[in-house]
């Protein structure tokens, strides 16, 4: 059994800073890819930001230069930096992860259950 949790969203005003968190944990014996998406109201499931198991990134477009994308291989665990914030980054963020279990079964799409972010005055 694979959970990825995630933690930190909430309220903020525009320009401000949320730092999310999302750990892997159970029986897992290698993660690789990590990244977040986030699906805002009306709108379709879009890439946020990923990162290799080595730090390669990548960005959206739309929230390079304000959101910075981290890792700690050895906790399993996937940062989002939000700097920055604007309206149209009010979403629900949701932690990807393609990982490898002990028994060697790989999974491609590993999904946290999605956090909230809002960002209004």
């Known amino acids: 059994q694979v959970q990825l949790v995630e933690s930190g969203g909430g309220l903020v005003q525009p320009g401000g800073s949320l730092r999310l968190s999302c750990a892997a944990s159970?029986?897992?014996?290698?993660?690789?890819?990590m990244g977040w998406y986030r699906q805002a109201p009306g709108k379709e499931h879009e890439l946020v930001a990923d990162t290799s198991r080595e730090g390669s990134t990548n960005y959206a477009d739309s929230v390079k230069g304000r959101f910075t994308i981290s890792r700690d291989n050895a906790m399993n665990t996937v940062y989002l930096q939000m700097d920055k914030l604007k309206p149209e980054d009010t979403a629900v963020y949701y932690c990807?992860?393609?990982?490898?279990?002990?028994?060697?079964?790989?999974?491609?799409?590993?999904w946290g259950q999605g956090i909230q972010v809002t960002v209004s005055s």
């Open positions: 159970g029986n897992i014996f290698n993660v690789h890819g």
């Open positions: 990807h992860a393609d990982l490898t279990t002990y028994s060697g079964t790989y999974y491609p799409d590993y």
